[in-house]
């Protein structure tokens, strides 16, 4: 009879080996497993802009100027109805923001300072920024970011061209673009959630003019650069405009990754109009996808 030795190195070997095998078994199993079972995959891309359904922080900055009460009286009207599309677009997962605008003469003030509305605010929600060689401006948060908060938001928004006066601007251009640098770059509305959509809305029938009350090189430079602030802060921005063009368009919405723009707008038809470009903007987002096959 032949007689085959096994060495105790070769018996190792064998065992090593089967090890190995068997390792590899389990882990192709793993990835069976846990591989798409339908023929496509879809994998979200966390590069800007974020999906809609991850969440959604949305600041409204209204311009409250004397031209402004009708608008803002159609948007008081119909809020329910734009608060629904940001719940279904964000699948319940939002905070609101609301903001507002204003400018007056050095020496006189908005008739809203003495009103209730208005002083019983947290002093962080008022700025006035009075380096301007002839207005003061004036900037405020009526409701900061909250979770859920479509029911305070309301209240807040009830007062505005109500119990507190609507102010009355100066000249032509207004200064949002003050109110947006301080949104975008210094929380003023609150702090932004990360990997969500960040949405600034802005509502105005007038230019940005800076703190001088004049549209120019100048408020063109500082947009842009609002701009470049916006998509490094992943803040998406919607205007809505009554102007056929304006700097905010040409500088700001151009220049921002994903921004949209309403112009030439009926403000009697603001309401629907918000609705839609929300929608719109969310569809954009959604189709930030890789999808393999």
């Known amino acids: 009879m032949k007689t085959i030795a096994i060495h105790k190195n070769d018996t190792a070997s064998i065992i090593n080996r089967k090890y190995i095998c068997i390792i590899l078994i389990c882990t192709l199993l793993g990835l069976t497993q846990n591989s798409c079972k339908k023929s496509t995959c879809t994998f979200e891309d966390n590069t800007y802009p974020p999906a809609c359904t991850k969440g959604m922080d949305v600041v409204f900055v209204i311009d409250y100027t004397g031209s402004m009460g009708g608008a803002i009286d159609n948007i008081k009207n119909s809020i329910s109805n734009i608060v629904n599309t940001i719940v279904t677009k964000s699948a319940g997962d939002y905070r609101l923001a609301l903001t507002i605008f204003d400018e007056a003469t050095k020496g006189g003030t908005p008739t809203y300072i003495g009103q209730t509305p208005y002083t019983s605010l947290p002093a962080a929600n008022k700025l006035v920024i009075t380096s301007g060689p002839t207005t003061n401006q004036y900037l ?92 490094t802060a992943g803040v998406q921005c919607i205007l809505i405009s009554t102007l056929a063009t304006s700097n905010y368009e040409t500088k700001l919405i151009d220049n921002n990754v994903g921004g949209l723009k309403l112009m030439s707008a009926n403000f009697a038809n603001i309401a629907p109009d918000i609705s839609d470009m929300i929608n719109n903007l969310c569809e954009n987002n959604s189709q930030n996808k890789i999808v393999m096959k």
Request: glycine letters at 8%; a negative charge.
């Open 140 to 231: 405020t948060t009526m409701e900061s970011f909250g979770y859920a908060n479509n029911s305070t938001f309301a209240t807040q928004l009830a007062k505005l061209n109500g119990p507190m006066s609507l102010g009355n601007g100066n000249g032509f251009p207004e200064p949002g673009d003050l109110l947006l640098d301080k949104i975008i770059n210094s929380s003023f509305a609150g702090a932004w959630r990360p990997n969500i959509t960040k949405l600034v809305i802005v509502i105005t029938d007038a230019p940005a003019s800076g703190n001088d009350d004049n549209n120019n090189a100048a408020d063109d430079a500082f947009l842009t650069t609002l701009a470049t602030n916006a998509n």
